[in-house]
């Protein structure tokens, strides 16, 4: 079981960037995956989540809503989030996780992490 995220970087204020998570192993039909994030001296939080349930349903961090979105393409075995206006309070290491028994709440006891991919917005 393995998860690999792509697609950090350095970009200006403003900018946009697509994360991809690639899993292996397994296939991310009917789990909860996410992407959650980490700055220096802060807590992991959330940023997106998909839920296992027939309609897909999302769930978004406030102070993202309206500039990510979260997307998945079970055909690639892949989640995406799609990064938009983005600001330097999005800097942080990004990771993708997921579960095949929890819904997104329980993100915190999700299962299966990825490595993790820096996004460094500067201003």
């Known amino acids: 079981v393995q998860l690999q995220a792509s697609g950090g970087g350095l970009v200006q204020a403003g900018a946009s960037l697509i994360l991809s998570c690639v899993a292996s192993?397994?296939?991310?039909?009917?789990?909860?995956i996410g992407w959650f994030r980490q700055a220096p001296g802060k807590e992991r939080e959330e940023v997106s989540c998909?839920?296992?349930?027939?309609?897909?349903?999302?769930r978004y961090a406030d102070s993202v809503k309206g500039r990510f979105t979260i997307s998945r393409d079970n055909a690639k075995n892949t989640v995406y989030l799609q990064m938009n206006d983005l600001k330097p309070e999005d800097t942080a290491v990004y990771y993708c996780?997921?579960?095949?028994?929890?819904?997104?709440?329980?993100?915190?006891?999700?299962?299966?992490w990825g490595q993790g991919t820096q996004v460094t917005v500067s201003s």
């Open positions: 996780a997921t579960d095949p028994f929890k819904e997104c709440k329980w993100w915190q006891f999700f299962g299966s």
């Open positions: 192993g397994f296939t991310l039909d009917y789990r909860a």
């Open positions: 998909i839920n296992s349930d027939m309609d897909d349903t999302t």
